[in-house]
């Protein structure tokens, strides 16, 4: 197998390439390689071994997460309710996540909603709970956070954008499309909703206070 490899790192490259082009199949790649080749491989063998160098060749890395550097947020899509006790309303009410990447030390708390105010008073929270202030802030497109969002320059609102300067940390929005950027908030949003939305969802709460 390992000189089978080896044989396919002098072609790969060009079959890489050439399957990217609208139209292009495997089929016809092996096609080429049969009429090149009079001791070739089947079809089969062919698009293993294929497969094979592909899988070799993908890279992956670990981050490393430096201590107070930043501070990654965001909203959990579930949500929590509270009760006013004396109508019987039931209302949705936005679960806020926060997670110091290095420790994996998270914050939650429950909000009314995901308004610019709410938000801010939410961010707050976490850092006094966290008893520091990191690098930068790292939120995710949120309508309460950026104005205009952009890979390379979003646009962040006034209001946070303020609370930024008065942290004296930078306000630094993940890029769009790049869902690496906030896979570690993500993970900690999932853990949020497995072991606290779902066992207090069958809880009765009258206030966000109590809530919280």
């Known amino acids: 197998m390992v000189s089978d490899m080896l044989f396919f790192t002098g072609f790969s490259p060009g079959f890489v390439n050439e399957l990217k082009k609208p139209g292009c199949t495997r089929q016809h790649l092996w096609h080429r390689y049969e009429q ?42 579930k949500k929590l309710q509270i009760v006013d006790k004396h109508t019987g309303e039931v209302r949705d009410v936005e679960v806020f996540v926060g997670i110091l990447p290095a420790s994996s030390y998270t914050f939650v708390e429950a909000s009314y909603d995901q308004a610019r105010e709410s938000f801010v008073k939410s961010v707050g929270n976490c850092l006094r709970f966290s008893g520091g202030v990191p690098q930068a802030i790292v939120p995710d497109n949120l309508k ?32 769009s499309y790049s869902p690496q950027d906030k896979a570690l908030v993500e993970g900690a949003v999932k853990l949020v909703c497995q072991r606290i939305c779902y066992d207090m969802s069958n809880m009765v709460f009258f206030s966000l206070e109590e809530l919280n």
């Not at 104005?147 to 006034?158: A, R």
């Not at 209001?159 to 993940?174: K, L, Q, V």
């Open 36 to 77: 090149e080749h009079l001791d070739h491989y089947g079809y089969s063998q062919f698009c293993q071994l294929f497969s094979d160098w592909l899988g070799s060749k993908k890279a992956s890395g670990k981050l490393n997460h430096i201590a107070g550097d930043k501070l990654y947020i965001d909203y959990a899509g």
């Open 144 to 175: 309460s956070a950026v104005t205009k969002s952009s890979k390379y320059e979003p646009v962040i609102n006034k209001t946070f954008r303020d609370m930024g300067h008065y942290y004296g940390c930078a306000i630094n929005p993940t890029r």
